[in-house]
């Protein structure tokens, strides 16, 4: 019997499998039990203080081999998901994790208090300090050990259950930030946002988005993600999500003998919204060949 359940902190999951912040809408079709039955839990939407329209102008635009965003956080505030969101989200049984997005203080601790209520039907909070797509907050206290530990504190002065850290790519010491998380008290860290790029538009000569970059996500990403991971997970004890263009079983696999727990999959589920399924699939004929039957044995395994 191959196991392939994991415990990130104290959150058991039934699969290595979450569905990224950002990429899996609220739309009932979604959250059909034979696709969620695959996967370990999903993020939801970063969510801010106040609704969020989001960006101006151009908010997708593809490339070869990834895709830059420049969505600007938008969701329909706190009330709103506390209200509507959270409790038909937690009627579909798959553990739900809060994606809150770092602004200012005042709006954390207004976001993190109203959690609170809500606290059994939140199986984490993701605290988003790397989000580079707005001009206020998140990647701007990720890119820093000090702010990271500050805003790590105020969550938990709050907020009494696990507690993550989505850290940001652009941080000149990752190390450093995830050491500070830790020592604060997160119980993990997902590794990472989305790396910073831009695109230009040669037929009208400008740059595609309004604020020049944007967010860069997708399979060119992994290889700097699986560094990344490598990196973080030798200076942390804490578990580690691996995120950045995981698309296969391969992918998986090799996050995970990094030293990640578990992955998180974003652009990959816009191409195929099978994915969880169809990289489980393949992690489990590689765990039969290799005649290993639980995936935890496997953490790590690559710098032994
Ligand atoms: C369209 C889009 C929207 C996103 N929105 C969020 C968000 O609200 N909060 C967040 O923490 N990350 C957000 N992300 C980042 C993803 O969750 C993920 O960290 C990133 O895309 C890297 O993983 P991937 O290469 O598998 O997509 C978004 C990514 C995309 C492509």
């Not at 994915?275 to 690559?302: F, H, Q, W």
Request: aromatic content about 6%.
């Amino acid at each position: 019997m191959l196991d392939l359940s994991v415990n990130i902190g104290s959150v058991p999951l039934r699969s290595p499998v979450i569905i990224a912040s950002g990429t899996w809408g609220y739309d009932e079709s979604l959250w059909r039990e034979d696709l969620l039955r695959h996967v370990g839990a999903v993020c939801s939407k970063a969510i801010t203080e106040s609704p969020k329209d989001g960006n101006p102008g151009h908010r997708i635009w593809e490339t070869p081999c990834g895709l830059l965003n420049s969505i600007g956080l938008q969701n329909t505030g706190i009330d709103d998901f506390v209200d509507e969101k959270i409790p038909k989200l937690k009627s579909y049984g798959v553990p739900i994790i809060a994606n809150v997005s770092m602004e200012d203080e005042r709006g954390l601790a207004l976001i993190v208090e109203r959690l609170v209520e809500v606290a059994d039907c939140v199986d984490a909070i993701e605290l988003n300090v790397s989000c580079p797509n707005v001009d206020k907050g998140c990647m701007s206290w990720g890119v820093s050990p000090v702010l990271t530990s500050q805003a790590v504190s105020m969550v938990q002065k709050i907020w009494k259950g696990p507690l993550w850290v989505k850290m940001t790519p652009q941080a000149p010491d990752p190390e450093g930030v995830a050491r500070a998380a830790e020592d604060s008290g997160a119980d993990a860290l997902v590794v990472a946002n989305t790396w910073l790029g831009m695109a230009i538009d040669v037929d009208s000569r400008k740059a595609v988005f309004d604020r020049v970059v944007a967010g860069f996500s997708g399979p060119a990403v992994f290889p700097m993600a699986l560094r990344l991971v490598w990196q973080v997970s030798s200076a942390v004890s804490i578990p580690v999500i691996g995120c950045g263009g995981v698309s296969s079983g391969r992918d998986l696999l090799s996050m995970i003998m990094a030293g990640a727990t578990a992955v998180e999959l974003g652009t990959g589920m816009f191409r195929d919204i099978r994915l969880p399924e169809n990289i489980l699939r393949e992690v489990k004929a590689y765990m039969t060949k290799e005649k290993v039957e639980d995936l935890r044995s496997l953490i790590g395994i690559a710098k032994r």
